[in-house]
Protein backbone atom coordinates (compact mmCIF):
# COMPACT_ATOMS: atom_id res chain seq x y z
CA UNK A 1 0.00 0.00 0.00
CA UNK A 2 1.21 3.15 -1.25
CA UNK A 3 1.42 5.77 1.77
CA UNK A 4 0.49 9.59 0.72
CA UNK A 5 1.04 12.41 3.12
CA UNK A 6 -2.75 14.72 3.75
CA UNK A 7 -1.30 18.14 3.66
CA UNK A 8 -0.27 20.91 2.17
CA UNK A 9 2.80 22.34 4.81
CA UNK A 10 6.37 22.38 3.63
CA UNK A 11 8.09 21.25 7.05
CA UNK A 12 5.43 18.65 7.56
CA UNK A 13 6.66 17.33 3.79
CA UNK A 14 9.78 17.36 4.40
CA UNK A 15 9.96 15.62 7.39
CA UNK A 16 7.98 13.00 6.68
CA UNK A 17 10.07 12.48 3.33
CA UNK A 18 12.75 12.18 5.09
CA UNK A 19 11.88 9.21 7.05
CA UNK A 20 11.61 7.55 3.93
CA UNK A 21 7.59 6.68 3.85
CA UNK A 22 6.34 8.84 1.34
CA UNK A 23 4.69 8.16 -2.19
CA UNK A 24 2.86 11.03 -2.71
CA UNK A 25 0.76 13.72 -1.25
CA UNK A 26 -2.45 14.92 -1.26
CA UNK A 27 -3.62 18.89 -1.34
CA UNK A 28 -7.27 20.43 -0.84
CA UNK A 29 -8.01 24.15 -0.72
CA UNK A 30 -8.71 24.05 3.09
CA UNK A 31 -5.09 22.58 3.32
CA UNK A 32 -3.72 25.26 1.02
CA UNK A 33 -5.49 28.15 2.07
CA UNK A 34 -4.06 27.68 5.76
CA UNK A 35 -0.30 28.02 4.57
CA UNK A 36 -1.02 31.57 3.10
CA UNK A 37 1.06 31.04 -0.23
CA UNK A 38 -0.05 31.65 -3.78
CA UNK A 39 -0.84 28.01 -4.91
CA UNK A 40 1.26 28.01 -7.79
CA UNK A 41 4.68 28.30 -6.05
CA UNK A 42 3.34 26.06 -2.66
CA UNK A 43 2.83 23.20 -5.62
CA UNK A 44 6.15 23.76 -6.96
CA UNK A 45 7.80 23.58 -3.63
CA UNK A 46 6.23 20.03 -3.28
CA UNK A 47 7.43 18.78 -6.48
CA UNK A 48 10.44 19.92 -5.66
CA UNK A 49 10.57 17.89 -2.47
CA UNK A 50 8.60 14.56 -3.28
CA UNK A 51 8.78 12.45 -6.66
CA UNK A 52 5.12 11.26 -7.09
CA UNK A 53 1.67 11.77 -7.60
CA UNK A 54 0.49 15.28 -6.08
CA UNK A 55 -3.20 16.10 -5.98
CA UNK A 56 -4.13 19.75 -6.02
CA UNK A 57 -7.81 20.68 -6.69
CA UNK A 58 -10.21 22.58 -8.81
CA UNK A 59 -11.99 25.56 -7.69
CA UNK A 60 -14.63 25.49 -10.30
CA UNK A 61 -17.76 23.50 -9.65
CA UNK A 62 -19.22 23.76 -13.57
CA UNK A 63 -17.44 21.16 -15.78
CA UNK A 64 -15.96 23.49 -18.37
CA UNK A 65 -14.30 25.55 -15.71
CA UNK A 66 -12.77 22.29 -14.29
CA UNK A 67 -11.43 21.55 -17.53
CA UNK A 68 -9.90 24.70 -17.93
CA UNK A 69 -7.97 24.76 -14.43
CA UNK A 70 -6.86 20.98 -14.94
CA UNK A 71 -5.85 21.41 -18.14
CA UNK A 72 -3.17 24.34 -16.73
CA UNK A 73 -2.37 22.50 -13.52
CA UNK A 74 -1.31 19.12 -15.72
CA UNK A 75 1.28 21.89 -17.33
CA UNK A 76 2.65 22.36 -14.13
CA UNK A 77 4.44 18.91 -14.12
CA UNK A 78 3.21 15.15 -14.88
CA UNK A 79 3.54 14.28 -11.46
CA UNK A 80 -0.06 16.48 -11.19
CA UNK A 81 -2.90 15.05 -10.15
CA UNK A 82 -6.06 16.98 -10.73
CA UNK A 83 -8.94 16.47 -8.67
CA UNK A 84 -12.26 17.01 -8.99
CA UNK A 85 -15.32 16.84 -6.69
CA UNK A 86 -18.18 13.72 -6.91
CA UNK A 87 -20.80 16.00 -8.55
CA UNK A 88 -22.35 15.09 -12.09
CA UNK A 89 -20.25 17.70 -13.77
CA UNK A 90 -17.19 16.97 -12.15
CA UNK A 91 -17.89 13.18 -14.09
CA UNK A 92 -18.14 15.07 -16.99
CA UNK A 93 -14.65 16.48 -16.44
CA UNK A 94 -13.51 13.47 -15.84
CA UNK A 95 -14.37 11.76 -18.61
CA UNK A 96 -12.54 13.81 -21.21
CA UNK A 97 -9.50 14.71 -18.64
CA UNK A 98 -9.54 11.10 -18.96
CA UNK A 99 -9.38 11.37 -22.49
CA UNK A 100 -6.50 14.04 -22.81
CA UNK A 101 -4.26 12.01 -20.59
CA UNK A 102 -4.94 14.15 -17.66
CA UNK A 103 -4.48 12.24 -14.34
CA UNK A 104 -7.18 12.84 -11.66
CA UNK A 105 -8.21 12.08 -8.35
CA UNK A 106 -12.53 11.90 -8.03
CA UNK A 107 -12.74 13.53 -4.41
CA UNK A 108 -15.65 14.05 -1.65
CA UNK A 109 -16.97 9.84 -2.24
CA UNK A 110 -19.16 8.61 0.40
CA UNK A 111 -20.95 5.60 -1.34
CA UNK A 112 -19.99 2.74 -3.25
CA UNK A 113 -22.27 3.51 -6.29
CA UNK A 114 -20.62 6.88 -6.01
CA UNK A 115 -17.17 5.26 -6.80
CA UNK A 116 -18.19 2.89 -9.34
CA UNK A 117 -19.62 5.49 -11.06
CA UNK A 118 -16.23 7.67 -10.77
CA UNK A 119 -14.60 3.95 -11.87
CA UNK A 120 -16.45 4.54 -15.06
CA UNK A 121 -15.88 7.62 -16.10
CA UNK A 122 -12.39 7.08 -16.01
CA UNK A 123 -10.39 8.65 -12.95
CA UNK A 124 -6.79 7.32 -11.79
CA UNK A 125 -7.79 7.94 -8.65
CA UNK A 126 -11.01 8.01 -6.07
CA UNK A 127 -10.83 9.24 -2.47
CA UNK A 128 -13.65 7.85 -0.11
CA UNK A 129 -13.67 9.71 2.86
CA UNK A 130 -14.01 7.39 5.60
CA UNK A 131 -13.37 9.35 8.61
CA UNK A 132 -16.24 11.75 8.03
CA UNK A 133 -18.63 8.52 7.57
CA UNK A 134 -17.75 6.86 11.20
CA UNK A 135 -18.38 10.32 12.46
CA UNK A 136 -22.05 9.88 11.44
CA UNK A 137 -22.48 6.54 12.68
CA UNK A 138 -21.43 4.25 9.11
CA UNK A 139 -18.50 2.00 8.98
CA UNK A 140 -16.08 3.85 6.66
CA UNK A 141 -13.92 0.91 6.18
CA UNK A 142 -16.81 -1.59 4.83
CA UNK A 143 -16.83 1.03 1.51
CA UNK A 144 -13.27 0.06 0.88
CA UNK A 145 -13.84 -3.53 1.33
CA UNK A 146 -16.98 -3.25 -0.79
CA UNK A 147 -15.06 -0.98 -3.56
CA UNK A 148 -11.95 -4.01 -3.80
CA UNK A 149 -13.88 -6.62 -4.29
CA UNK A 150 -16.25 -4.66 -7.24
CA UNK A 151 -12.47 -3.02 -8.83
CA UNK A 152 -10.91 -6.16 -8.88
CA UNK A 153 -13.84 -8.34 -10.08
CA UNK A 154 -14.29 -5.80 -12.93
CA UNK A 155 -10.68 -5.17 -13.36
CA UNK A 156 -10.82 -1.39 -13.22
CA UNK A 157 -7.75 0.59 -13.64
CA UNK A 158 -8.80 3.57 -11.12
CA UNK A 159 -6.74 3.00 -7.23
CA UNK A 160 -8.50 3.51 -4.25
CA UNK A 161 -7.03 6.50 -2.25
CA UNK A 162 -8.55 5.94 1.93
CA UNK A 163 -8.93 9.39 2.76
CA UNK A 164 -10.24 11.53 5.50
CA UNK A 165 -8.12 9.01 8.18
CA UNK A 166 -8.57 9.56 11.73
CA UNK A 167 -6.13 7.07 13.32
CA UNK A 168 -3.37 4.37 13.12
CA UNK A 169 -6.12 1.62 13.14
CA UNK A 170 -7.39 3.00 9.59
CA UNK A 171 -4.05 2.55 8.18
CA UNK A 172 -4.05 -0.65 9.78
CA UNK A 173 -7.56 -1.45 8.09
CA UNK A 174 -6.43 -0.08 5.17
CA UNK A 175 -3.65 -1.90 4.29
CA UNK A 176 -5.30 -5.36 5.24
CA UNK A 177 -8.26 -4.29 2.96
CA UNK A 178 -5.67 -4.13 0.20
CA UNK A 179 -6.33 -0.37 -0.57
CA UNK A 180 -3.99 0.63 -3.11
CA UNK A 181 -3.18 4.01 -1.40
CA UNK A 182 -4.18 5.81 2.47
CA UNK A 183 -3.15 9.15 2.38
CA UNK A 184 -2.23 10.11 6.22
CA UNK A 185 -2.23 13.67 8.02
CA UNK A 186 1.53 13.95 9.42
CA UNK A 187 0.28 13.88 12.96
CA UNK A 188 -1.18 10.07 12.20
CA UNK A 189 1.95 9.60 10.75
CA UNK A 190 4.05 10.32 13.70
CA UNK A 191 1.67 8.01 16.01
CA UNK A 192 2.19 4.79 13.55
CA UNK A 193 5.73 5.05 14.79
CA UNK A 194 4.57 5.04 18.66
CA UNK A 195 4.52 1.95 20.54
CA UNK A 196 5.72 1.78 24.70
CA UNK A 197 7.65 -1.54 24.39
CA UNK A 198 9.89 0.21 21.66
CA UNK A 199 10.69 3.58 24.30
CA UNK A 200 11.20 1.15 27.23
CA UNK A 201 13.54 -1.06 24.94
CA UNK A 202 15.65 1.37 23.44
CA UNK A 203 16.02 3.35 27.45
CA UNK A 204 17.25 0.35 28.41
CA UNK A 205 19.90 -1.03 25.33
CA UNK A 206 21.22 2.75 26.48
CA UNK A 207 21.30 2.21 30.14
CA UNK A 208 22.57 -1.42 29.52
CA UNK A 209 25.64 -0.16 27.21
CA UNK A 210 26.72 2.59 29.72
CA UNK A 211 26.74 0.41 32.34
CA UNK A 212 28.93 -1.97 30.19
CA UNK A 213 31.97 1.25 29.71
CA UNK A 214 32.28 1.25 33.21
Not at 160 to 178: D, N, T
Request: charged letters at 25%.
Amino acid sequence: MKIFIDTANIEEINTANEWGVVDGVTTNPTLVAKEGKDLRALINEILGIVDGPISVEVISTDSEGMIKEALEMSNWSENIVVKIPMIPEGLKAVKILNENDVKTNVTLVFSVNQALLAAKAGATYVSPFIGRLDDIGHDGMQIIHDLMQIYNLYDFKTEIIVASIRHPLHVIESAKAGAHVATIPFGVIEKMFKHPLTDIGLEKFLKDWEKSKK
